[in-house]
């Protein structure tokens, strides 16, 4: 990675940090909805506070950042994307050097985006056959072998019955 500049201000530095994230493919991929994907004035600030970013240098009375605290937003976007709490990357990246920071960002970045499963909706429609024996049906299920299915639910009827002290009917 190349730096941009070492004399940036607060929304330039968000700025920055937002194209590079997008650039690797880490925007609009958080898995935590209260995590936002993009960095703002108030997150930088926020990370400022708890030692996660340096705070930055003052010039004429204004906030300058450079490059480490681009680079600093980065890797905790980058590790926040993976489902990593603040606490954990406070102490992960405490003490690092930007070639450190860079190798862990790279180590996010270069790694396929593992990209949880879409969750398949399912609808069941339950039968009573009788109290305390019900039967979940999935939609659209269709037996391809009633006689096997009605052996094997012969046999898990036996097993419920024989495993409560009862009789199988």
């Known amino acids: 990675m190349t ?3 070492d004399d940036l201000t607060l929304d330039e530095l968000c700025q920055d940090a937002t194209r590079l994230l997008q650039k690797h493919g880490l925007l609009d991929a958080q898995t935590d909805g209260r995590v936002s994907d993009a960095p ?3 997150t930088v600030r926020y990370y400022t506070t708890m030692g996660l970013v340096d705070r930055p240098r ?3 009375r204004e906030a300058r950042y450079g490059w ?3 680079l600093q937003v980065l890797t905790i976007k980058a590790l926040q994307h993976q489902g990593r ?3 954990q990357i406070q102490k992960l990246l405490y003490g ?5 920071l860079e190798s862990v960002l790279r180590g996010v970045t270069e790694r396929p985006q593992q990209r949880r499963p879409a969750v398949k909706t399912v609808t069941v429609r339950e039968v009573v056959l009788e109290p305390g ?3 979940l049906v999935e939609d659209g299920f269709a037996a391809s072998d009633a006689d096997s299915l009605v052996a094997r639910f012969r046999a898990a009827v036996a097993a419920l019955s024989a495993s409560n002290g009862g009789s199988p009917s």
């Open 68 to 70: 480490r605290q681009v």
């Open 58 to 60: 003052i010039v004429d």
């Open 3 to 5: 730096p941009p500049t």
């Open 40 to 42: 703002d004035a108030r």
């Open 96 to 100: 690092r050097s930007e070639a450190e």
């Open 85 to 87: 709490p603040l606490l």
């Open 133 to 135: 024996l019900r039967l």
